[in-house]
């Protein structure tokens, strides 16, 4: 239904700030690998679960020591 798929966009979206969030105050600058995963718990209750890597990327050309 249109008021589910609603919910799991709006869970998608929170779940992927809280993951950009986290990354920040890791001082990553960039997450690669994002997945995201639908899942069902009990009492028909559905969960959006997100993972990724967070990285530093550098500017072409620059090398850190």
Known sequence: SQK???KLEEARITA???L??????????????I?????????NTMGVIVS???VVREKDG????
């Open 62 to 65: 620059q090398m850190t020591e």
């Open 52 to 54: 990724g890597t967070a």
């Open 4 to 6: 589910l798929t609603g």
């Open 16 to 18: 992927q700030a809280i």
């Open 20 to 33: 950009m969030e986290r990354s920040v105050a890791a001082q990553a600058n960039a997450v690669i690998g």
């Open 35 to 43: 997945n995201f995963h639908y899942t069902m718990f009990s009492g």
